[in-house]
T-cell receptor, first 117, second 115 residues
Framework: GAVVSQHPSWVICKSGTSVKIECRSLDFQATTMFWYRQFPKQSLMLMATSNEGSKATYEQGVEKDKFLINHASLTLSTLTVTSAHPEDSSFYIC?????????????FGDGTRLSIL | AQSVAQPEDQVNVAEGNPLTVKCTYSVSGNPYLFWYVQYPNRGLQFLLKYITGDNLVKGSYGFEAEFNKSQTSFHLKKPSALVSDSALYFCAVRDTFPVDYKLSFGAGTTVTVRA
């Protein structure tokens, strides 16, 4: 149980392209979804928190217009990297939590490796 | 404010030996503590959590962790390590207040188990 699917797993594209990453909770309804960025051999950096039907809450220093987050349903959140540039290349990971209890763990997708040429 | 420290970047052990990965935390209220494991080019897999109750928590793949409130620690342990345990391990904490469900992660500890 508690499976989170993230797609695509790997993207290579030209500078200036917009890239959409999907995060789906397959067997549960995700109350909240999170988007992280991870640099090689480093920890996860929280980018934003999204709740279904409301605007995402971005962490300080994360550009809202650059990283568009849509949480259209309780099982789907998307991250769109707009006009991507080489410095946006990174490993992006989503996670989802279910239920209303604060002690529930987050369940993570397998991540998306984004490479901008 | 909440934070986590993993004091060791790397831990190397021989297969069959005990494995310990250290974690200390800081919170304003009471902690919710989690351990995750990450394999190359994969997301994080949940291993175990401490919410309340027994200080010794048992999780997946034979791992366990001991909550020590006086030392503000939550070390991950496995009595007999396997080569397949080689991975990146993250400790994470969430304070009970505010209830924003955000996790703070440690920097990670790379575990290498040699055959």
């Amino acid at each position: 149980g508690a499976v989170v699917s993230q797609h695509p797993s790997w993207v290579i594209c030209k500078s200036g392209t917009s890239v959409k990453i999907e995060c789906r909770s397959l067997d549960f309804q995700a109350t909240t979804m999170f988007w992280y960025r991870q640099f090689p051999k480093q920890s996860l950096m929280l980018m934003a928190t999204s709740n279904e039907g409301s605007k995402a809450t971005y962490e300080q220093g994360v550009e809202k217009d650059k990283f568009l987050i849509n949480h259209a349903s309780l099982t789907l959140s998307t991250l769109t990297v707009t006009s991507a540039h080489p410095e946006d290349s990174s490993f992006y990971i989503c996670s989802a939590r279910m239920g209303v209890w604060a002690n529930q763990p987050q369940h993570f997708g397998d991540g998306t490796r984004l490479s901008i040429l | 404010a909440q934070s986590v420290a993993q004091p060791e970047d790397q831990v190397n052990v021989a297969e069959g030996n005990p494995l310990t990965v250290k974690c200390t935390y800081s919170v304003s209220g009471n902690p919710y503590l989690f351990w995750y494991v990450q394999y190359p080019n994969r997301g994080l897999q949940f291993l175990l959590k401490y919410i309340t109750g027994d200080n010794l928590v048992k999780g997946s793949y034979g791992f366990e962790a001991e909550f020590n409130k006086s030392q503000t620690s939550f070390h991950l342990k496995k009595p007999s390590a396997l080569v397949s345990d080689s991975a990146l391990y993250f400790c994470a904490v969430r304070d009970t207040f505010p209830v924003d469900y955000k996790l703070s992660f440690g920097a990670g500890t790379t575990v290498t188990v040699r055959a």
